[in-house]
């Protein structure tokens, strides 16, 4: 019998973690849907990225408040994780603060834990009040509408919940301790909720063990549920944020990809030898489709993007488009990528692994032509994002995908680009008075 | 746009010239030699100047042209322009989506370039700074590319041009950084440099360098209405910039000093606030 507990924890942990572990099989299945790129150049350099970017939060800060109030929650979401540790290994084998033998280490760290868990609930309760009260306007756009909103706000709802119950777990656990229960051996310091201990004076101690139990069993199946509310949230970020920082871009802001199938396409005709009547091979792949309409024309770096963005609304609120009341923003492109991305995954799950075609794209009817149209190309939320995450590159793509395939550019842009191809330059002036300037007055 | 006259009144240069006299000397001094005349007389050039559409077409940019051309003549600096060989990088159909369109420019201009075995560039536009720079190496075109302000920084360091800067003493100005030299490229200091060392007082926006704010130009938006909005992108900027007095904006693109030339002519500042290439500002103190 006293094994019960044991066996229902191992039973709660597997589970918690085995459905934890099919849902990045399905996240993984659908981020490859996207089309291959070569990642593997300047590893030292992606490292350094990886961990001044995303561990180090070098871009946090460059707001300062969000971001230090950031590195409160994120310190303590890693170390107070230190003390999970502990709580598996307790529930597994029936221990108490198995770590208790490490003595005066053990106080300390378990007394850190306690100070974090006291910020994490001041820095939530603050992030609560900026999205809520203060109303930020980067949480107002009308892409938070609805579901973004709420999961903004249940994100710090379970943060709330998880930090009181490890404080009340812990206070309780202080107050046994003081009255000299068995099994509740003398361990850790507990700066923090010594405080909330005298609550508990008057109460027996079957009560107290009762609430120190219950809290310890809230506190690790919270965690569980949290850890598996991830992929259903933007809070992705909290793992995605590596190896999306990892996989970022390396090449100047500037540099945009040149396409290589324009790239063959361009050396044929500048080939005076090439055919132009040359009958393709029998076994040639089909000629590539320019640019994006669908998140399966995306690159796996932009889907992977896509997932990791956590929705601060840094690039948006960045974006001179938005800024002066244009229907672009760069979070929603993002947001937009990832829901349809989510939809085809789920297309493919009811299709028992076959994406059908479900008359829906990313273009048009998640994403309009306006917003595309709208973009000014500065890298300003690709600067902004505190995670490397590139808006810019699926704006780029897409609008390929409306000039090269659908010949559907704004007027204004078909004469400019009528203009370079008859005389080299995006204004109607005649190549030959290039050099007329050095001699007008 | 503001008259040259004008203009050199309200910096305070002294001296009896007027708009006709300064053009007259630009005239006989401008040396500008093509790459076909280099390349007939056996020469080759240290630096190819790629002048760029807007510097050879638009009548606000041409002045830049002719500035830095003036810096480089006064500078004895070795350089060439391809002339009537030049066409468009192809930048603005890029980033309009036409891929297509872009690398045909570019594989012309590559010909033409390597045939000339140009090694190093200079221009006055970011533009063309960045698709040369960063975009014509994948296609077979490996240049040593530099901005102008760059290019200047470094005459100045080689002692080959200097700066009396007396007449920007006390002047407010401030540098509007382009978004393809800034935070596509991460030049944000090549100008300030410059700005400095006019002995002016160089103060920044709210939104500058990494988070300056775009003119609204790029991304071809340039040659097109902007989308429905409350503001222009221009407008926001110039604003930014007045809020802070300056009494010179500096830029060091084109599109950008298009952009906010015709933000400060909105707010009726065109009497107070001048829009100036940082080439333009340089030939100034030089009295060229």
């Not at chain 1, 871009?59 to 979401?77: T, W």
């Not at chain 1, 040359?278 to 997932?307: I, R, T």
């Not at chain 2, 063309?128 to 720079?133: E, V, W």
Request: proline letters at 5%.
């Amino acid at each position: 019998m006293d094994y019960i507990p044991n066996i229902v924890f191992a039973i709660i942990l597997i589970a918690g973690i085995g459905f934890f572990v099919e849902n990045i099989k399905k996240l993984s299945r659908n981020i490859k849907l996207g089309k291959s790129v070569d990642t593997s150049d300047n590893k030292p350099q992606r490292w350094k990225n990886m961990s001044r970017i995303a561990l180090g939060q070098t871009k946090m800060v460059v707001r300062p408040i969000a971001g230090i109030l950031h590195i409160i929650v994120y310190l303590g979401f890693i170390i107070i994780n230190i003390e999970v540790l502990e709580i598996i290994m307790d529930g597994l084998f029936g221990t108490h603060r198995i770590f208790a033998f490490l003595g005066g280490f053990y106080s300390f760290l378990i007394g850190s834990f306690e100070i974090l868990a006291l910020l994490v609930i001041i820095a939530v309760v603050v992030f609560w009040i900026r999205r809520n009260l203060i109303k930020l306007g980067r949480f107002l756009n009308p892409e938070m509408d609805g579901w973004p909103k709420k999961d903004g706000n249940l994100i710090l709802y379970i943060e709330l919940v998880l930090m009181v119950l490890f404080l009340t777990m812990n206070a309780a656990d202080y107050q046994l301790q003081q009255m000299d229960v068995a099994h509740y051996t003398k361990a850790g310091a507990f700066p923090v909720s010594m405080f909330i201990a005298p609550l508990f004076e008057e109460m027996s101690i079957a009560s107290i063990i009762l609430l120190e139990r219950s809290a310890w069993w809230l506190h690790i199946v919270g965690i569980l549920i949290f850890l598996n509310y991830l992929y259903y949230s933007k809070h992705l970020h909290i793992l995605l944020a590596f190896p999306n920082t990892y996989f970022g871009k390396l090449r100047p802001k500037g540099q945009f990809d040149n396409l290589e199938a324009v790239t063959k396409e361009v050396r044929l005709m500048m080939d005076p030898s090439a055919d132009p009547f040359a009958a393709p091979d029998g076994d040639a792949p089909l000629p590539e489709k320019f640019g994006a309409s669908d998140v399966m024309d995306l690159k796996w770096v932009q889907l992977l993007n896509a997932y990791t963005c956590t929705e601060c609304g840094r690039c948006t609120s960045e974006c001179p488009a938005n800024q002066t009341g244009k229907k672009l923003s760069p979070r929603k492109i993002m947001m937009d990528t990832r829901d349809r991305l989510e939809e085809v995954g789920k297309n493919i799950d009811t299709n028992k692994g076959a994406f059908v075609d479900d008359g829906k794209q990313l273009l048009g009817d998640y994403i309009t032509h306006e917003e595309l149209w709208a973009c000014t190309s500065c890298n300003a939320c690709v600067e902004a994002c505190p995670v490397s995450i590139d808006p810019l590159s699926i704006i780029m793509d897409m609008r390929q995908y409306l000039v090269m395939e659908q010949s559907a550019a704004p007027s204004d842009l078909n004469n400019m680009m009528g203009n370079i191809e008859n005389n080299g330059a995006p204004w109607p002036f005649n190549q030959m008075d290039r050099l007329n300037w050095s001699k007008e007055s | 746009m503001v008259p040259l006259g004008l203009l050199t009144k309200w910096i305070g240069l002294t001296g009896p010239r007027n708009h006709n006299e300064i053009t007259a000397i630009m005239e006989n001094e401008l040396k500008v030699p093509t790459m076909a005349a280099l390349f007939a007389a056996g020469q080759q050039p240290e630096v190819l100047f790629w002048v760029g559409c807007a510097g050879s077409f638009d009548d606000r940019a041409k002045k830049i042209t002719k500035a830095f051309v003036k810096i480089l003549n006064k500078a004895n600096v070795s350089f060439a322009v391809l002339g009537t060989e030049e066409s468009c990088t192809g930048d603005p159909a890029k980033r309009a989506g036409n891929e297509f369109l872009f690398q045909m420019q570019a594989v012309t201009n590559i010909e033409v370039l390597n045939a000339y075995g140009v090694k190093k560039v200079v221009t006055a536009c970011p533009h063309c700074f960045n698709t040369l720079k960063n975009e014509y190496p994948g296609l077979g075109g490996n240049y040593e590319v530099v901005h102008h302000t760059q290019f200047l920084k470094q005459l100045l360091e080689e002692g080959r041009i200097t700066m009396e800067g007396g007449q920007y003493k006390g002047k407010r100005i401030t540098f509007h950084d382009p978004c393809y030299l800034g935070r596509a490229n991460n030049v944000y200091e090549a100008p300030r440099d410059l700005i400095r060392k006019l002995d002016a007082e160089l103060v920044e926006m709210k939104n500058c360098k990494k988070r300056g704010l775009c003119c609204g130009a790029g991304g071809a938006q340039m040659f097109k209405e902007p989308e429905k909005g409350n503001k222009d992108v221009n407008i926001e900027r110039t604003e930014q910039a007045l809020d802070i007095k300056p009494d010179i904006i500096a830029a060091g693109c084109p599109f950008c000093n298009t952009m906010l030339t015709d933000g400060v002519k909105n707010k009726e500042k065109e009497s107070s606030v001048v829009v100036m290439d940082i080439a333009e500002l340089i030939a100034r103190a030089e009295d060229l």
